[in-house]
């Protein structure tokens, strides 16, 4: 992944993001983690940035932004 991921991620107990390398949290739940990542990439000024969530099968989902419907 590119440094233009938010990657939410569980570690231990608890939810995680990191950034370019920067771990931010922890978070009690998964939704607070991907919350925040999401508050934290709308203020990014670089271009296509996203946030993916690394679920328990280590499979990236990208929850933001929202994929287009085709």
């Known amino acids: 992944m590119s440094s ?3 990657v939410v991620a569980a570690k231990d107990t608890a939810w ?3 950034f370019k390398g920067a771990m931010t949290g922890p ?3 998964r939704q607070e983690a991907v919350q ?3 508050e ?6 670089e271009p296509g940035v996203e946030v993916v969530v690394l ?7 990208t929850v933001w ?5 085709s």
């Open 40 to 45: 934290q990439a709308g203020e990014e000024a």
């Open 55 to 61: 679920n328990t099968d280590l499979k990236p989902e």
């Open 27 to 29: 978070f009690a739940s």
């Open 36 to 38: 925040a990542a999401i």
């Open 16 to 18: 995680h993001y990191s």
């Open 4 to 6: 233009h991921h938010f």
């Open 65 to 69: 932004p929202q994929p287009e419907a």
